[in-house]
Nanobody, 120 residues
Framework: QVQLVESGGGLVQPGGSLRLSCAASGSIFSINTMGWYRQAPGKQRELVATITSGRRTNYADSVKGRFTISRDNTKNTMYLQMNSLKPEDTALYYC??????????????WGQGTQVTVSS
């Protein structure tokens, strides 16, 4: 079992920056890939960025060059540094952890989300 808690969301002006954090607890060393997803009102949840245990990263085209995903296993924490924020980045951001396969155990875990609002 893995528990995830997001923090760092808030209200920021266009062009500003925010850093999101996701604290993980439980079966920490069973985690393979972690990622950030977001969902805006009336839209589908979409992938923002992922990072593997080997620290390979992947980004959505809409955030590439502006966002940076990282993880610190000594602190059991994942981060999303968001720069040059745009109004279209406004969404509820969710932390995700994908565990190594094990029979009878869920593979995906989610946090409760943290709100990011980009507005003047």
């Amino acid at each position: 079992q893995v528990q995830l808690v997001e923090s760092g969301g808030g209200l920021v002006q266009p062009g500003g920056s925010l850093r999101l954090s996701c604290a993980a607890s439980g079966s920490i060393f069973s985690i393979n890939t972690m990622g950030w997803y977001r969902q805006a009102p009336g839209k589908q949840r979409e992938l923002v960025a992922t990072i593997t245990s080997g620290r390979r990263t992947n980004y959505a085209d809409s955030v590439k060059g502006r966002f940076t995903i990282s993880r610190d296993n000594t602190k059991n924490t994942m981060y999303l540094q968001m720069n040059s924020l745009k109004p279209e980045d406004t969404a509820l951001y969710y932390c995700n952890a994908h565990l190594q396969y094990y029979p009878g155990r869920p593979s995906d875990y989610w946090g409760q989300g943290t709100q990011v609002t980009v507005s003047s």
